[in-house]
């Protein structure tokens, strides 16, 4: 069986796992605090704080913005349950639109959607390819009269949030540069499937504009993510530093040394060969498909952006749900996993139960019934990728053909 998304671990993996463990400090410390640095180097921004997931790093966030019932977040129906879960658990309403062809949210939808309630917007780079951030940030901008703030630091920023879930996307280019800086918080997933991890983690950009000060923001949020203590462990122990204060009713989402050293180990490797890699994967599908009419290839590069080939999302030019999903019967009977991504919030029983209705959003609804996610990982050979291309033209052939 090819396997969908294994992790990759190897001896220098192991060795840097070993060597903290070794250490004698195994929590947030130094290994943490150097990831964080490096992260920030890579994105090109000042300021990023290390965390245990994107859903704990992102609810955070909207907990630190004041997000409270009553406020609007505009998210896409087409994304993982994470972007509207943190949204729920603030009281808040998710404002749900459509996509574009691209799988990335429609911004004449999200300016239709804006109202005086909308608090945040939350964009997803599906795949890793990287939304209009320009065209988000020029509609914030135009709407920044109708925003109604609610507290000192809504006042202060003076307009819509834009939370960027970039779970997918570190690596992703725009403009040459990469994913981080284009959005207020950029907040990444080290989930164990995504393209860079650490088991589980995440990490936030922090990237306000003035007059905000993002270190005095890192340092702020840095303590609700410790439960609102003024000190850390590791601050703790210095020598007669054993005193603290609690200033809010914190969180507890940092990240362990533990985690970090992983995440160190793969961000050596991450440009120079994972994400090299990873395109190639891309472009070897591309060229087997291609051949296809059926085989509508993913966009993952345009004229102003790339992916960070996080996903191969294939679709199949006009199949209904029930051959899409004979279709994947029939790949895996050939021993080669895939996967659909994703089943959009309405198709959930939670969301649906609420009130939202997939025919609201028909782009999302005709991307999801048509797609297959086709592995793509560091350690794929090029002989498995013919495999599992030739499981995908042979089960159409028995679904379409017969
Ligand atoms: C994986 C994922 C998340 C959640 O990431 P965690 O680190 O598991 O919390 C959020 N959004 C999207 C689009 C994801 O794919």
Redesign the pocket.
């Known amino acids: 069986m090819i396997p969908f998304s294994p992790p990759y671990i190897d001896n220098s993996i192991i060795e840097a796992v070993t060597e903290t463990l070794n250490s004698g400090w195994i929590t947030t410390g130094p290994k943490t605090k150097e990831f964080e640095h490096k992260i920030a180097k890579f994105c090109n921004i000042s300021h990023v704080l290390a965390v245990n997931?994107?859903?704990?790093g992102a609810e955070l966030l909207l907990h630190w913005f004041g997000i409270q019932p009553g406020d609007e977040i505009i998210i896409p129906a087409y994304?993982?349950c994470?972007?509207a879960n943190i949204i729920i658990h603030c009281g808040a309403t998710p404002v749900m639109v459509d996509v574009t062809e691209d799988f990335c949210i429609d911004i004449e939808a999200v300016k239709k959607a804006i109202t005086s309630k909308t608090k945040a917007i939350i964009p997803?780079d599906?795949g890793g390819l990287p939304v209009n951030y320009s065209a988000l940030n020029k509609v914030i901008y135009e709407n920044r009269d109708i925003f109604q703030p609610n507290n000192e630091k809504q006042q202060k920023l003076g307009k819509i949030l834009l939370l960027s879930?970039a779970?997918?996307s570190f690596g992703g280019l725009i403009d040459n540069a990469y994913v981080g800086a284009f959005a207020d918080f950029t907040v990444f997933?080290?989930?164990a499937v995504?393209n860079l991890t650490t088991a589980?983690?995440?990490a936030i950009c922090i990237n306000l504009p003035e007059p905000f000060d993002n270190s005095e923001v890192y340092k702020e949020l840095n303590i609700w993510s410790l439960h609102g203590q003024t000190k850390d462990a590791l601050a703790k122990t210095q020598k007669g530093a054993w005193e603290y204060d609690v200033i809010t009713s914190g969180y507890k989402c940092n990240m362990t040394d533990i985690l970090a050293s992983i995440g160190l180990v793969e961000l050596k490797r991450y440009k120079s060969e994972i994400l090299i890699r990873r395109k190639q994967i891309v472009e070897k599908y591309n060229t087997i498909l291609r051949n296809y009419e059926w085989a509508l290839l993913p966009t993952t590069i345009d004229l102003y952006r790339e992916s960070s080939y996080h996903l191969y999302l294939l679709r199949i030019k006009g199949c209904t749900i029930l051959q899409r999903n004979e279709i994947i019967k029939k790949v895996f009977d050939k021993d080669v996993s895939v996967n659909v991504h994703y089943k959009p919030l309405p198709e959930l029983t939670f969301y649906k139960n609420l009130g939202y209705k997939m025919n609201d959003f028909p782009v999302s609804k005709k991307l999801w019934e048509s797609e297959i996610s086709l592995p793509v990982y560091f350690s794929l050979t090029d002989e498995q990728i013919s495999i599992i291309a030739n499981a995908i033209i042979e089960s159409y052939n028995e679904t379409i053909m017969q």
């Open positions: 997931s994107w859903t704990a994304t993982y994470a972007t997803v599906i879930d779970a997918h997933s080290f989930h995504k589980e983690g995440g």
